[in-house]
Every structure is written in C-alpha cells, then in structure tokens.
C-alpha cells in the first residue's frame, strides 16, 4: 500500500471516516476542466462507496494555466474559517465557467458572506495555506 508523503491531517478537508477502506487525495485546481470532469465522477463515487471512502482535497491552482484558479482556491479557504468549506467547494466546481471576482462575490452573497469576510479571502492570507497543500 503507497503511503503519502504528507498525511492526511486535520489541516486538510475531508469528507468521511478515518475508518474508510478508501482515503482517496485530490490535489484539485477549480479552474481545470479534468478536475471539473473529476468532481462529478468523485460525488457518484461517494454515493456508491458510502462510509468506505474517505476523500481529502487540497488546493493545487495552476495560476500560470488557469488565471482565476488562485482567488477560487483562496475564496474556498476563506469559506472554510466560516465552516462554510464544502459549501463553496460545490458551488465553484458547478460553477466552473463562472470564477471571476464578480462570481466570487455572487457565491459569497448566496453563502451568507459578509462582504468584510469576503475581503479577507485576497489579502494574501491563505497563500501560504494553499501553497502548503
């Protein structure tokens, strides 16, 4: 069985139990249309698996491919201090085409986001948070 080079931990996002058969790690970009393809191929997997996959995602923006991936990824960790996580998660790979600033703010508005919180999303705190992952 491989091991990760960096484990699992509780910094990380996950869905599901320690317990699972299945820890299953995507690095995923919510501007790449593989990891787009991927989220709906990985929501039916859960739905299949159940209690027996884990899933574990990590921020993985290719900046220099895909010009909106970087504020996407820091819009989902901001999301996160909110305990809003997968809530945005969901919202910006359903909503791939729409990752612009103005999207961000019209999926922060739907989530509840106040527009103070909203601006701490840029501000280069969770840079070092992504670039972790």
Known sequence: MSKLSIPVS???HIQGYETAAVTLVEYG???CPYCGEAYYVLKAA???????????FR???????????LHAAEFAEMAATQGLFWQAHDLLYKNQSALTDHDLHEY???LG?????LATAFDGRFQERIETD
Do not use: C, S
Request: negative net charge; aromatic residues 8%.
């Open 10 to 12: 509780k910094q990380d």
């Open 29 to 31: 970009d919510y501007e």
């Open 46 to 56: 859960q739905q299949a698996m159940g209690e027996d996959l884990r899933f574990v």
């Open 113 to 117: 986001i106040a527009p103070v919180t």
């Open 108 to 110: 922060a508005t739907a």
């Open 59 to 69: 921020n993985f923006p290719l900046a220099e491919m895909h010009p909106h991936a």
